[in-house]
């Protein structure tokens, strides 16, 4: 098959740990990559953000990064994208005119959108996975919601719009539907992860002892890790790692500057370590520096990091909440608590520092929980599937016309 994936904001050749920049990239990137090594060739349709970025860029075999001119070539938060889309979606119903792809999966609502723009002009089958739910993110970020206001109309047209919607966690199904999806085009199919490597640990960060606790991801306030500052001040000698933020100005970054200042506040400045974005080669071994991985967002549509954790044999403690209630087993491959408290929080990372063996246990059966579930292997073989289902031809030129 002939695959255009839509991406207009996470480019998968992006460097990762930026406001906008994190697992979309990754599940982009990787499912692409995974559906090339099945026989497919896939051409992921990304918004140029730079004017010196060619138009093509090989990302690996069989899969190419074609950056489209929509809007200024400079880096924009995703939020401010939508005048845009109009345009992107017709640069890219031009460019398939030509050489229609065989079926279109879009990535985020925006995404979506131009899709439906460019099926005006192409009658390409459409998949489409949100990633976030704009009705989800109001109501756990209220007044903080930089959202546009259009976008829940948007994604309840597309999920009536798509041929398949497909949900990376049985917890979105039901919003979904609550949305009005029709439910025979819902498909469960969670994000993937990579298997690494064996490598050593990464033995230049520091050392405390009572244990070191890894915190990775972008660094927005939706991602609960003044919890985890919160719950360390109450676990003596641990330090905490934090990984992400900011490419450029990162001292400046309003939200490192607020995790300091409360890691300054609670006395534990000097175990509290921001230490910015990872390249993608060293996230393995940063993992496996550490004795757990801590992941307490308010809410999460997925969550790829407790899947790389689990792929190092490390054990997870995460929120309730999202998709993290699917792959974090309670009590088998992590241990689940409530958003948003630091002193449940605490409790559990006192109990895991001190029971190795309880440790060693989780983290051999998130290593096997992976191997079994979430491969990208296996991800890419869902989604062909889903694909093949709606590749018959569109009878209508874009029901969005």
Known sequence: MRIAMVSEH?????????????????????????????????DVYTRRDDPGTPERVPLGPGVDVVHVPAGPAQPMAKDDLLPYMRTFGQWIGQRWSAEPPDVVHAHFWMSGLACLE?????????????????????????????SPPQRRGIE?????????VIA?????????LALGAPAHSLHVV??????????????????????????????VERKGVDTVVQAVSRVPDAELVVAGGPIHAFDDDPEVRRLRAEATRLGVADRVHLVGAVARRDVAALIRSADLVVCTPWYEP?????????????????SAVGGLLDTVVDGVTGIHVPPRDPGRLAAVLNDLLHNSPLCKELGRAGLERVERKYTWAKVAADTEDVYERIKTPVTTTGRSS
């Open 302 to 318: 997925f969550g790829i990091v407790p899947l790389e954790a689990m792929a190092c044999g490390k054990p997870v403690v995460a």
């Open 190 to 219: 969670p994000c993937g992860v990579e298997i690494f490597e064996p490598s050593p640990p990464q033995e230049q960060w520091w050392h405390g002892r009572g244990g070191r606790i890894l915190s990775l991801g972008r660094l």
């Open 156 to 164: 309840t047209w597309l999920a009536a719009e798509a041929d398949a």
């Open 10 to 42: 996470a480019s998968p050749l992006a460097v990762l740990g930026g406001a906008d920049a994190g697992g979309q990239n990754v599940h982009v990137a990787a499912l692409s990559q995974a559906l090339a090594d099945r026989g497919h060739q896939v």
């Open 168 to 176: 990376t966690a049985t917890d979105e199904v039901r919003e979904l």
């Open 118 to 146: 460019a099926r005006r002009a192409v009658p390409v089958p459409f998949a489409q996975t949100f990633h976030a739910l704009g009705v989800v993110k109001r109501r756990h970020q209220g007044a903080a919601d930089t």
